[in-house]
């Protein structure tokens, strides 16, 4: 379903490609990195964002609803138990009611990506 390669190329920077596209990861400078791109969190987020903001779309489509532009904004935190949360908001510049927008909250709490972090999938690791 989905592929990619990451290789690392100096200190923390990470070089992934994804089919043709090439994106950059890297720690930031208080983490000894050097803030070339996103961190790994970042990108974590970044993925449930695009698959939330995705996910509306289609559906609003297949709905006839007109949400102009959707922002998905995201935060990851740990608490001081250590506990990790995924704070999600939504916004969409599109006249909705509030019937429509509680909707899409149900739509963004099923989405793909969404029900992979929360299942916690398990990740088999070897060595070629």
Known sequence: MARVQVHSVEKYVQQIDVRQHRLAADEGEKLGGSDSGPNPYELLLSGLGACTSITLRMYAERKGWDLGEIQVGLHFYRDDAGKEYIDRTLTCSGELSEEQRQ???????????TNTVRQGTPIATDWK
């Open 103 to 113: 909707r899409l909250l149900e739509i963004a709490a099923k989405t793909p990506v």
